[in-house]
């Protein structure tokens, strides 16, 4: 299903949800039954939030140039806890 734009002459634009392809170019409006033309619009992609627009950036860039990695980098490593059925074996 998609959503596509009409705009009545009266009542302003309004969305329809239809069958991808099956969009006709006039379709009646909800409010007035009265003839209303598809209206072409870009899709919302544009609106992207910033941090995602830079991700979706950097991933494009990896797959020409790939960042390389020689080493690992320094940090705190993961703490080890003790395995939870030492407290239950037999001590001589």
Do not use: N, Q, W
Not at 36 to 57: C, D, I, K, N, Q
Not at 65 to 76: H, I, L, N, Q, R
């Amino acid at each position: 299903m998609a959503t596509y734009e009409y705009l009545c002459g009266r009542c302003g634009p309004f969305d329809v949800r239809l069958a991808i392809g099956t969009a006709p170019a006039d379709h009646g409006c909800p409010v007035c039954t009265g003839p209303a033309r598809r209206v072409y619009s870009p899709p919302g992609l544009t609106l992207t939030p910033h941090t995602v627009a830079s991700l979706h950036e950097r991933d494009e860039r990896s797959r020409e140039a790939p960042a390389v990695v020689s080493e690992v980098p320094p940090g705190k490593g993961v703490p080890r806890r003790p395995h939870p059925a030492l407290p239950r074996l037999p001590r001589s």
